[in-house]
């Protein structure tokens, strides 16, 4: 796990209202590489302005490489398949389902991270998936949009965004010239996706990123416009990092950032986390943090979306709040944002959940900074949501339910320690 570095451009941005646009900005700015990964891609509402820029940046001539997550999104239109195939946007699944679907718990490892890049030099990083605000999987259409955060990032970080997306890519790459039995393309694409020294794969960010032999040049032809202004919602010059969690060399850092932050909190923690069924270090870590005297404050999803999402859930929240820990559950809309402020001086914005899908299994990506301009911005913004957007959860009422609702809600968690069993997993 890097330590934060110097240097960086953070801009927050608030659902897909706010990201599209700036994607799009980024995208019809492109001069060499649109690169972009993401669960879920709907091609419908304002999320079809997305993938109009991608079409539009690969007939320009910019190499446009896309993956989708083969559950978040089973099956590309076919409208789309031709518009991109005709554009020249070249785009992969990431583990598409067999015949028997997710009941093969290797299949449970998914690629959830959000993560775009342009021309190595500006990166997006957050739990926005490409659908539309209103629009949802589970929930249908939505009254108010959802609630969602995601970061547009300059700086060195971005090299270590370009990195993760390079290797995925070239490992798709060798597993597709596998099964067309194309051994030689596989064997060259899965030498490109191994780990090189640091000369090797700077020769190559430069033949690809800039075609010019300078990564100066590279940044003058963007003409300062990958910089954000410092304002409301972006600071410059931020110490930043970017933690990832794969099943190789990254299995537990961003919940180890999670867990040494808790760890040191002296004042308060806010989360807001869509999915939050935490394992035991973390459960420990919050009521540690609540037992020395640290106001902690969590904002759930408040809406039933799914048996074990729902249900498993309650049990923890029970100890939670026993422990002292303030719980809301997001009133207006679904909430799907994954983000946290430890002492108004660290903060985190990505994809992972405080589950164990996230934690144990899939690809995840967040940004974190121990800027305290950034982490005043985003917890002011969490304060406001937590007092005017949460209904707070009352002990009494938790305990109390029908002893039926209590039993399910025991039955969900541990069906879920079951099923995590069966992959290798103690949570």
Not at 317 to 339: C, T
Not at 363 to 378: G, Q, S, W, Y
Request: hydrophobic share 45%; aromatic share 8%; proline share 4%.
């Amino acid at each position: 796990m890097a330590p934060p570095r110097p240097g960086h451009q953070l801009l927050l941005l608030e659902g897909g209202d706010a990201l599209f646009p700036a994607l799009v900005e980024a995208m019809d700015a492109a001069r060499r590489v649109v690169h972009l990964e993401t669960y879920i891609f709907e091609f419908a509402g304002s999320a079809l302005s997305v993938a109009e820029a991608l079409e539009r940046a690969a007939r320009r001539g910019v190499l446009v490489r896309l993956v989708v997550d083969g559950v978040g999104t089973p099956r590309v239109p076919e409208e789309w398949q031709r518009r991109f195939a005709a554009a020249g946007v070249r785009w992969r699944v990431y583990a598409p389902l067999g015949g028997l679907g997710l009941l093969i718990p290797s299949s449970w490892r998914r690629l959830h991270r959000k993560l775009c890049v342009v021309d190595g030099l500006v990166g997006f990083c957050g739990g926005i998936n490409l659908i539309d605000d209103r629009d949802d999987v589970a929930l249908g259409r939505l009254e108010v949009p959802r609630l969602d955060f995601a970061l547009r990032v300059a700086g060195p970080l971005v090299d270590d965004m370009v990195d993760t997306m390079e290797t995925l890519w070239w490992r798709l790459q060798a597993v597709r010239k596998a099964r067309e039995r194309e051994f030689r393309a596989a064997w060259e694409a899965f030498k490109e996706a191994q780990p090189v020294g640091d000369f090797t794969r700077l020769l190559r960010k430069v033949e690809l990123y800039t075609g010019l032999g300078s990564r100066v040049n590279a940044d003058a032809e963007a003409g300062g416009s990958v910089l954000v202004s410092e304002g409301p919602l972006g600071v410059n010059d931020a110490r930043a990092t970017l933690l990832l969690r794969d099943n190789v060399g990254h299995r537990h850092d961003i919940e180890r950032a999670y867990l040494r932050a808790l760890g040191t909190a002296r004042h308060d923690i806010v989360i807001a986390n869509a999915y939050f069924i935490p394992g035991r270090k973390l459960r420990k870590a919050l009521t540690m943090a609540a037992a020395r005297g640290v106001r902690v404050r969590l904002m759930m999803q408040g809406r039933y979306e799914n048996f074990f999402q729902y249900r498993a859930a309650r049990p923890v929240y029970q100890r939670l709040v026993d422990a002292g820990i303030d719980i809301r559950e997001y009133a207006p809309s679904a909430l799907h944002a994954k983000v946290a402020v430890v002492d108004r001086a660290w903060a985190t914005v990505g994809s992972t959940n405080l589950d164990p899908l996230s934690l144990l299994l899939a690809r995840e990506a967040n940004v974190m900074t121990t800027d305290r301009r950034f982490a005043e911005l985003l917890h002011q913004r969490l304060d406001v949501l937590l007092e005017h957007a949460g209904q707070k959860l009352d002990a009494r009422v938790l305990g109390s339910r029908p002893w039926h609702q209590r039993l399910l809600d025991r039955i969900a968690f541990m069906a879920m320690r079951t099923l995590l069993f069966l992959t290798g997993h103690r949570y």
